[in-house]
């Protein structure tokens, strides 16, 4: 039996992903799962399993129209879905009263449901989030009552509030494979019998590494897996050393070296650190670095002159601020002691502009 795991698709949301590619990230996260599709078309997979999560928030009815004619058009898959955290099973969730085509089985109820292929000789179980957050651990309940050569289960969580477990706690359930779902970082490979396989696309800014899906081969029991890239982008965290000779045309360019080093398609967070000339303040705010720059984080502190400065300022508010440090051990002032020096000499020197 061939199957694709997924999970966390989140078909709807607007994630930020810098001036040129924000607007039309929504599109290319449908397009991504649309890829998925077209390999279990192209491929004939059997069994296509979304661990919780198909939308960002509570679907439209248009939203579930157009998911459901993509599912139609697999001629021979058959798809096993949950509803996750966000896109929960409220009173009035469109979900409750859709009419899926006939190879969609939504597995759409707060307590634990099984549907069995015996085409594939396989059964999997599950159930939806009826809330958004899903107190406590493994339930008893969910042990596996084996009745297929293969028995897979969907879990959507793995934090406090989203169903707290220790993945021991899972394989001990029984299944011969549980796709994972609500952490959207894949894991790199099978743990145990269990796996996430992470959110086709990134979602978030802290959604960094590769991102995509699961394929594998279940057969007596025996589960292998493969992890498959697939995102369109990807996020990319950089720190930025800098120092007293950096301006802010240099720094430009810098950005600009990196996105090229790592991918003009990709989306990015810059930390600028280290010290930098004080009279050089970054506009990180109207920085023209690329179309892919989520935000670019200025953690840089000027570098004063201390002793200079203290000499220079004989006995008035800025020179004794400054003499009260020095006269503390340098191996005692800590990080802490460091920051509120560099923070009360540049109010002191901003008062003074004023």
């Known amino acids: 039996m061939k199957f694709i795991h997924t999970s966390d698709l989140h078909l709807g949301v607007r994630p930020d992903a810098g001036p040129e590619y924000t607007k039309r990230r929504p599109e290319e996260i449908w397009e991504t799962f649309k890829s998925i599709l077209d390999r279990c078309e192209d491929e004939q997979i059997d069994l296509l399993l979304i661990s919780g999560d198909v939308f960002h928030r509570q679907p ?4 579930l129209k157009e998911l459901n004619a993509m599912f139609a058009g697999l001629s021979h898959t058959k798809v096993v879905f949950t509803a996750g955290n966000h896109d929960y099973l409220k009173p009035n969730s469109m979900y409750r009263n859709f009419k899926w ?10 307590r634990l449901l099984k549907v069995e ?24 309940e969910w042990k596996c009552v084996r009745s297929m050569e293969n028995e897979i289960l969907l879990l959507h969580g793995g934090d406090e509030k989203h169903l707290s477990f220790k993945r021991a706690e899972v394989d001990l359930l029984g299944y011969d494979y549980t796709a994972l779902g609500h952490i959207h970082k894949p894991d790199p490979e099978i743990t145990g019998k ?55 045309r240099l720094l430009l360019d810098t950005l600009r070296e990196k996105i090229e080093e790592n991918g003009v398609e990709n989306m990015y967070r810059f930390t600028l650190k280290g010290l930098r000339d004080p009279d050089i303040r970054f506009d ?46 340098e191996e005692s002032r800590g990080e802490v002691e460091q920051m509120a020096l560099y923070e009360g000499v540049q109010a002191i020197l901003e008062t003074r502009k004023e």
Do not use: W
């Open 284 to 329: 990180t705010v109207n920085m023209d670095a690329g179309g892919g720059v989520v935000d670019i984080r200025d953690m840089t502190t000027p570098a004063y002159d201390y002793e200079k400065l203290c000499a220079s300022n004989g006995q008035n508010l800025l020179g004794r601020f400054i003499q009260s440090f020095l006269e503390q051990e």
């Open 194 to 248: 269990c796996r996430y396989s992470g959110s086709p696309e990134p979602t978030d800014p802290n959604d960094t590494g590769k991102h995509g899906y699961v394929i594998g081969t279940a057969e007596n029991g025996v589960v292998e897996t493969e992890f498959v890239p697939a995102a369109k982008r990807e996020y990319i965290h950089l720190d930025i050393p800098v120092d007293e000779n950096m301006t802010g």
């Open 117 to 140: 292929f015996p085409e594939f000789r396989t059964a999997v179980s599950g159930f939806s989030y009826l809330d958004r957050e899903l107190q406590g651990g493994i339930r008893v």
């Open 60 to 63: 439209l009815l248009r939203e």
């Open 101 to 110: 085509a006939g190879n969609v089985v939504p597995l759409l109820e707060g």
